[in-house]
């Protein structure tokens, strides 16, 4: 009997790479710690896949996230305050107690960037 893979609703990758549009080309200021803490806390990770990336790509914006889905990739930038980062993880435990991949709270929805959205298949690292 061959193992089955983990089903997840989605995943989250958190840009900590190269410069994220910061004048000073330093690593940006995501609480990476504690969110790998409040996962494994919260047991999100059969859930909401996280990883921790470099560079996502959309470098002119500070604190860059991507959302993977079924429906494709949403990218949002400009997380800069610690709310921000708390919104994501009781966006990540309200997916886990639903079953389901919702969408994010308005407080980071509006962030989107729209320039960067796909409609593509969840690529491989999800």
Known sequence: MEPTRRQTLGHLLVCVGCCCGRPDKGKPDVPVDWL???W?????L???QLSISGCLGPCDLVNV???????????YGRLTTQAD????VEWATACARGGVLARLPHAIAHKRIDRFR??????AWA
């Open 118 to 123: 796909s409609a593509a298949a969840v690529p």
């Open 40 to 44: 494994k806390r919260r047991a999100l």
């Open 36 to 38: 790998k803490a409040e």
């Open 46 to 48: 059969k859930h909401v």
């Open 65 to 75: 996230i991507a959302v993977a889905g079924p429906a494709g990739i949403d990218y």
């Open 85 to 88: 980062f708390d919104t994501v």
